[in-house]
């Protein structure tokens, strides 16, 4: 049976489409277009009541949160494809501590620099340029603990992709802005 995941393949559903492919998971992509409110229709919001994405369908089974979807796959087929979630509980913690962070500390910048960067030119609102600062100096700390902590980590190699995937999702080559004339 093949996985079917709602969304664009960007941001939050690029993590799951990620993931799927480390652990050699069939899938099939269903695309959602945010921009034309497609999240918001009643079919939709049959499948995810908040109306936000990605969400999975594997066979009978619904399930929606990028992360709640990652360690699904990562679990059930934990002895299928690259291991992502470790052989011990110390391993686990580690990446279930590396997942919270980047839920947490590197989502809420990247997503606001998302929003202000793409988005809102798209929708004809003017970029909130210090929001823009803000939030690039709150990411670059987060940036530099990450290369601090990830450098000295003893979790090195399928287990620390996990939490790469995890921070793939909406700044994974991101914000290449046009230079101002």
Not at 64 to 86: C, M, N, P, V, W
């Amino acid at each position: 049976m093949v996985v079917k995941v709602y969304g664009p393949a960007y941001a939050a559903p690029k993590r799951v489409i990620v993931c799927l492919i480390e652990k050699e998971v069939e899938f099939e992509t269903v695309p959602i277009d945010l921009l034309k409110g497609e999240n918001k229709h009643p079919e939709f919001l049959k499948l995810q009541p908040f109306g936000t994405v990605p969400v999975i369908q594997d066979g009978n089974y619904t399930l929606f949160e990028s992360r709640a979807i990652l360690r699904y796959y990562a679990e059930k087929y934990k002895s299928q494809g690259t291991d992502l979630l470790g052989k011990t509980i110390e391993e686990r913690g580690v990446v279930e501590n590396w997942l919270e962070v980047e839920s947490n500390s590197y989502n809420p910048p990247v997503f606001t620099l998302a929003v202000q960067i793409l988005l809102s030119p798209k929708l004809g609102i003017p970029p909130d340029e210090n929001l823009i600062k803000e939030s690039e100096e709150k990411l670059a700390k987060v940036l530099d603990v990450y290369e601090e902590r990830l450098s000295k980590s003893k979790c090195h190699g399928s287990r620390l992709k996990l939490r790469i995937r995890a921070a793939s999702g909406p700044g994974h080559s991101l914000f290449r802005r046009p230079e101002s004339t």
